[in-house]
């Protein structure tokens, strides 16, 4: 039953995922399980969202208050959760200005907004640059995509925004070559998630913040992927104490539910995107707003960062065991619960075999195994992957 439904679907949706042979039905904890009961481990939480996993105590009740209440009201009103969530969201960032949208290539897009605006106001140019890095991820929309570092991912859909250079990260004589007056912003991940798990040195980024300061650009860091508690922080920067003058974050934001936001410093916010500049429909509506709110609450009250420090620490010394095991492992790189093993040749067959065995792996580049799993793993369930991953590896032969 599961083969027709797969059938279905490849007849009806747009061919844009070569999908795993499985349909997912529900999840319970840190596991999920496809429509024919079968139990997998899930080691990419829906690539970073379920920072919970499925069903924490409090999450759908939460959810379950806020739709009997009331879903949506257009952001032509106030809405509590929205006050709640924003409340929230400034004091574990430390940023003080927030607009909320319904995915992380929105938050980029209004990021790139704030930044060119921010640089208008102060000069009247409407050539501004933004400056961004080679293997970076940051969405699919045309902005988002245009400082997206992946040639593959922008060609066939030029011209892009324009006006964007590349340099890469950790190399900061790289960025400052590119640097000229009409430079508006940098933008980067903390810690690159698609382009292979590269993390920013905290040198780099300390780097990164004087050349900002020193010419007052702004300095967009995503947090989409690497932040909301995954590093061990709320963001992966609060960690080097390098502080953006934007930031995007997205994906566990909302525990599961469709969610994003761009904050900034009340610098930007007084001197960027100001009435009639930036709106959306959806975004901050109450019920995303309450996942928001309730995701906060809930980090708070489990203490879900101290969690993540030492359980990824565990982690990170089980990986590190297996690299140097196995001569098919290169390097283990990473930061917190967002890890990388780099492998010497394709990673495909090697997540395909994890899958059969009930393990959910994914991949980030075609030689790097990425392990984006929910937040609340103990030791048993590391255990468990590296179980099944070293009898994959075991397999497929140990010189791969
Ligand atoms: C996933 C991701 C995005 C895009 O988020 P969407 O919600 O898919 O639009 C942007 N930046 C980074 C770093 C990401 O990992």
Redesign the pocket.
Known sequence: MMKEAIAEAESALLHTYNRYQIVLERGEGVYLYDMEGKKYLDFASG?GVFALGYHFPGYDEALKAQIDKLLHTSNYYYNLPAIDAAKKIKKISGMDRVFFTN????A?EGAIKAARKYAYLKDGRTDHEIIAMNHS????TMG?LSVTGTPKYREAFAPMIGHIRFADINDAESVKAQVNEKTCAIIL?TVQ??GGIHPAQASFLEEMRRLCDARDILLIL?E??CGMGRSGFYYTWQKYGVKPDIMTT??ALGGGVPV?AFLMTEKVGAHSLAAGDHGTTYGGNPFGAAAISKMIDLFEEHDILSHVREISAYLEARLDDLAARYDRIRERRGCGLLQGLACNGPVAELIGKALDKGLILINAGQEVIRFIPPLIIERAHVDEMTGILEACLEECGKQG
């Open positions: 690539i995915s992380g290539a929105e980029v991820f940051h969405g699919r988002a991940e998630g698609e995503d989409i992927q997205a994906k994003g």
